[in-house]
């Protein structure tokens, strides 16, 4: 739990404006995704218990992850499923967290390659904003030609170079780190640090 004034500093480190903050405060407390104690302070809120979730567990992603059969989890209706356009962006937010592509309009997937399979896929989406009247399932069996298209959204290579320019960009950091003021170092640590766990 934090107080206002805390988070009011940390988003100046950023170069966020105190009122700007504020905002975005009274925002997130209004979609519950933090919540404020008798005190004052704010801390996350249930909304936010997945994501949190997922971003904490980086450690062990690799250990969560399986062998792939070439088949694919798949989502139907994430686009279509409300007509609330907030509820929609939580749904796109969830596939795009997970690393599903979009294959053609209304159809997405992603390597059904999580330890679970497409229950735990289909639990942690839901967790993360994915509408219940959404479909989530097991795709497989695809013709060669659309396997091939399936296969290509993701780019191998082009992951495998991001991967290696985010450890090298952390590596460069590292060296210069407790030369920097140590403001300057927090926010570098966050945003090096930041962009490799995205990737």
């Known amino acids: 739990a934090m107080p206002v004034r805390a988070l009011v ?21 209004t979609r ?13 809120g249930a909304a936010a218990g997945a994501i949190n979730e997922r971003v904490a567990s980086w450690r062990s992603l690799e250990a969560r992850r399986r062998p792939w059969s070439g088949a694919f989890v798949a989502v ?4 279509a499923a409300s007509a609330d356009r907030a509820r929609r962006a939580r749904g796109t937010r969830a596939l795009r967290f997970l690393g599903f592509r979009t294959l053609t309009a209304g159809l997405d997937l992603r390597p059904d390659n999580f330890e679970g399979g497409v229950e735990a896929t289909r639990t942690t989406l839901r967790g993360l904003g994915l509408d219940d009247s959404a479909s989530v ?14 296969r290509a ?13 985010a450890r090298i960009a952390i590596e460069r950091s590292e060296r210069h780190l407790a030369r920097l003021a140590a403001k300057t170092a927090m926010v570098e640590s966050f945003l090096v640090g930041g962009r490799a766990l995205r990737q």
């Open 32 to 44: 519950g995704v933090i919540e404020r104690d008798e005190r004052g302070l704010y801390r996350l």
């Open 137 to 150: 399932f097991r795709l497989s069996e695809l013709d060669a030609r659309t396997d091939a298209r399936a």
């Open 76 to 79: 139907i209706g994430a686009q």
């Open 9 to 29: 500093d940390a988003g100046t480190l950023f170069g966020l404006e105190g009122n700007g903050v504020r905002v975005a405060l009274a925002r997130l407390l």
């Open 153 to 165: 959204l993701w780019n191998v290579r082009e992951l495998q170079r991001a991967c290696r320019s």
